[in-house]
């Protein structure tokens, strides 16, 4: 019932838009872009994913104590 009533509904993917900025702007060749996923466009556009705050030093350290670098599970050394 929430699709007929127009909630969690997304707008088509941006063809146009996506083969321009990848054929055009970046001068893609039609075989690498056609290739390409569109996360890796967003990427080579410049794009990127929004990151959390950055940890102060105390919160890394705790971190770092909560998760001490170790043997790797099955090392033989």
Request: aromatic share 8%; with cysteine; net charge negative.
């Amino acid at each position: 019932m929430r699709a007929a009533a127009g909630e969690g509904v997304q707008e088509p993917f941006p063809w146009g838009a996506a083969m321009h900025a990848g054929l055009c702007l970046l001068r893609l060749p039609q075989r690498d872009f056609w290739a390409m996923t569109p996360r890796e466009l967003w990427a080579a556009m410049g794009g990127s994913r929004p990151r959390g705050p950055v940890p102060e030093r105390a919160g890394l350290e705790a971190l770092m104590g909560a998760f001490p670098d170790g043997e790797a599970v099955g090392s033989s050394q």
